[in-house]
């Protein structure tokens, strides 16, 4: 089989391509109309941060099997178009996560002691050692933002050095931030902690741009350090916040644009420091993220399970039809679920009842925990969940039971932040129509899809009007209603469909209510 190398990888994962039998062709400077031939028949393609891959590439891109990704990052792959084309999408998340901490304390040090300042003036002629008087980091505070593999390993490291450590991290545990010394604070209450902050969350429309003026102002005199993804801090800001003094000093390997511009402010002032995205540079990390991506390509081409694959799932074949409803209700339940606890998860349940309880389903677990992760994670699918749950501390547990009260099969999604539960149970009626039946108790036949609002309120008359008078005054068109109680006068909880998004005007009037005991906006099939 042909595999196509468009980026730069360390030869040992061009060996273990050629060792398989592979043909292997390289075209590092491939674009355009010279790209969509090179790849018209090819089985793999291995690229790194420097080649997209659009849909167009892959309409071209007839015999494909596999993208593998020298790295983590894949913003440069269209992954939807990619499962369209029926092409799997792979990544090396851990072969640098290494390299990406030490470079990450590494810029710590190099901020917080000047070390490239007095670096270069010494190499000019100048010793300026009156000039710089540097922090130690012993006893001071890191604040780390995004507690993932990066984030971790920079906590452990740093901790080590007698630096105390808070952390920001939604999705997290509480008892694996434990374990890693550092406490589970809010956003702003960790930059306002911090002496140092080191970034580590991906790049999503929620993170991009989420640490501005107004946040950089809570870190006064204090250091901010960038070795994750660019385009989180807003670079104009960074500058204008290091030139007045707000900020101590800035280190940063990646940015929103890159290569970096020559006319970028950050190049504009000596207690920035800048390096061009070298965090993974390293000889083993570039090894082992070659070497891994190599071994996924084979398996995909093999037709054996890829253990990174992003967008492929891994089920019998003969399974798949049985299995094929259950995986989309066991991902609804996850997400309405996790929408409506809207806190960290430290806990998922799947419970299985009748038929499917026969089942192998180990997918169908895995696309729950996709389910509960989809809303805070990114590119989280039914491959990588398990993985993330165990990254996160997350407890799953699985159980089965053959016996089921009212319904042919029940799979229940329950998530708990240790103090508070939600659970969603769904079924399929008359074989292939999704329903979920009951929420916390609640016996509900709610259609999961589109745009959802679920609310506690009082049972008493004239509180559904009040909903639906506040909706319409907001231009909410409500498409569908489904109503549930305890007893006649106590709480009840209603799902409703809707045609558009709940705007904060219309959650607050209702909110205002007293008769109102919570609304919840849910989303499903990728709608806003």
């Not at 509960?372 to 996160?392: G, K, S, T, Y």
């Not at 039946?437 to 609002?453: F, L, S, T």
């Amino acid at each position: 089989m042909k595999v196509l190398v468009t980026d730069p990888i360390a030869d040992a994962g061009l060996d273990v391509l050629r060792d398989a039998g592979h043909e292997v062709e390289t075209g590092y400077e491939l674009e355009g109309e010279d790209l969509l031939e090179a790849v018209s028949d090819a089985n793999g393609l291995i690229v790194r941060s420097g080649t997209e891959v659009t849909d167009e590439v892959l309409e071209a891109a007839e015999e494909l099997v596999i993208v593998g990704r020298a790295g983590i990052g894949v913003d440069n792959i269209d992954i939807e178009a990619a499962t369209d084309e029926g092409v799997i999408v792979a990544n090396a998340p851990e072969g640098n996560v290494r390299a990406a901490a030490e470079h990450t304390v590494a810029m710590t040090f190099a901020t917080a002691r000047s070390i490239p300042q007095a670096h270069i003036r010494l190499k000019n002629g100048e010793w300026a050692k009156s000039e710089y008087l540097g922090t130690e980091l012993d006893g001071k505070t890191l604040g780390i933002v995004g507690l993932g593999r990066v984030g971790q390993e920079v906590a452990k490291k740093l901790n080590t050095l007698g630096m105390d450590l808070v952390a920001f991290d939604p999705y997290i545990s509480e008892e694996r931030a434990d374990r890693l010394g550092a406490e589970l604070v809010d956003f702003e209450d960790c930059l306002e902690a911090a002496d140092f902050l080191t970034i580590h969350t991906p790049l999503t429309p929620e993170t991009e741009g989420m640490i501005g003026a107004d946040e950089l102002d809570l870190l006064e005199d204090g250091y901010i350090v960038n070795v994750g993804r660019g385009g989180i801090i807003q670079e104009d800001a960074l500058a204008a916040k290091v030139e007045d003094g707000t900020l101590a000093g800035a280190a940063l390997d990646v940015f929103a644009e890159e290569p970096l511009s020559a006319d970028s402010p950050l190049l504009e002032h000596d207690d920035v420091i800048v390096t061009p995205h070298l965090g993974a540079s390293t000889e083993a990390a570039q090894e082992n993220v070659a070497t891994s991506t190599a071994d996924q390509i084979n398996a995909a081409i093999a037709g054996e399970p890829v253990a990174n694959a992003l967008n492929a799932p891994s089920i019998d074949e003969s399974a798949f039809p049985r299995l094929e409803p259950y995986i989309d209700i066991a991902e609804t339940g996850g997400k309405v679920a996790a929408q409506l606890l809207d806190d960290r998860v430290e806990s998922i349940e799947i419970t299985y009842e009748g038929e499917i309880a026969e089942e192998d389903v180990e997918f169908v677990t895995a696309s729950a925990l996709k389910g509960v992760f989809e809303p805070l994670e990114w590119q989280v699918n039914a491959v990588n969940a398990p993985q993330i749950a165990e990254d996160r501390g997350v407890d799953v547990t699985e159980s089965k039971t053959r016996q089921a009260e009212d319904f042919q099969s029940l799979i229940s999604v329950t998530v708990s932040n240790g103090d508070d539960e939600v659970s969603v149970d769904g079924t399929l009626f008359a074989g292939d129509d999704p329903r979920i039946v009951r929420v916390d108790g609640y016996r509900v036949d709610a259609i999961p899809h589109g745009k959802m609002v679920v609310t506690r309120n009082t049972d008493e008359p004239g509180v559904i009007g009040l909903i639906g008078s506040v909706m319409g005054k907001h231009g909410v068109n409500i498409a569908g209603m489904f109503n549930a109680r305890e007893t006649i006068g106590g709480e009840a909880l209603t799902v409703y469909n809707v045609d558009s998004e709940v705007p904060e005007e219309a959650k607050a009037e209702l909110e205002g209510d007293d008769r109102i005991i919570g609304i919840n906006y849910i989303t499903l099939n990728g709608q806003n």
